[in-house]
């Protein structure tokens, strides 16, 4: 038999929502993700293995051909820079927003900004392109924190209802990003694994638009 196309999922919020549209496309996992603790799993498709490993390593994966498709957020690939990526097919899943947000009431001043966030590339890109000076500082969670206790005069971050914002006294200031979950493939995989993938992807924007189909009905 040939090599099974590997498909890299990222654990964590997006996964919840990426199973029903695997599912739905014909491919479900032979044993629950949740309740394992294997990173590796078959498919009810003889040639499809799924393996599920952080948001962020999803990138590497399918650029470096270890796994031939990958779902991510679109935070996640402008981050990474996704050099070396098809991105065939907008999930439509796990929709929020990239902004900067500050403390509430309280106007950034004219003097270089310190900004706190885990979305460096972007966060660096952005304020080049606003022709604003600021100082990038790294963290890697709640950056919500980091205005409150002055560490930052503002952050960039993902919003999707605005509540954790609001609960630590901040508001969401300019909008860098709307943001979905993504289908990625690797470019070699694209030409050389072609007859397998083309009917895979098709399936999924079926997925995806009977999905998009269901919620305006329920509207
Ligand atoms: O945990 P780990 O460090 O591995 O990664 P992670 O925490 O980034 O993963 P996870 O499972 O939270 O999933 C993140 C992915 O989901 C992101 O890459 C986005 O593409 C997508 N997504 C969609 C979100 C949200 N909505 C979201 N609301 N990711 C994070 N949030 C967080 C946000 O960081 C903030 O803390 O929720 C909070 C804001 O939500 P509201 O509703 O209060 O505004
Ligand atoms: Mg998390």
Known sequence: ???????????????????????AAGIEPT??????????????????????IRATDVPTYVQLGAADIGVAGKDVLLENG??????????????????????????????????????VHIAKRYYASMGIQAEIIKLYGAMELAPLMDLADEIVDIVDTGNTLKANGMEPRELIADISTRLVVN?????????????????????????????EESA
Request: include cysteine.
């Open 31 to 52: 044993e629950s993700l949740s309740e394992s603790r294997k990173l590796l799993f078959d498919t009810t498709l003889d040639d499809v293995k799924l393996i599920v």
């Open 1 to 23: 038999m040939s090599k099974p196309l590997v498909i890299a999922l990222s654990k964590g919020r997006i996964l919840k929502e990426t199973l029903p549209l695997l599912a």
């Open 82 to 119: 996704a050099k070396g990526l098809y991105e065939p097919l907008d999930l439509n899943i796990s929709r929020c927003r990239l902004m900067t947000a500050g403390v509430s009431g309280k106007a950034p001043g004219t003097s270089r900004r310190r900004v706190a966030t885990k979305f």
């Open 187 to 215: 470019k070699a995989s694209m030409t050389m694994q072609h007859q397998r993938l083309k009917p895979l992807i098709k399936r999924l924007a079926q997925a995806v638009e009977a999905r998009r189909e269901g919620q």
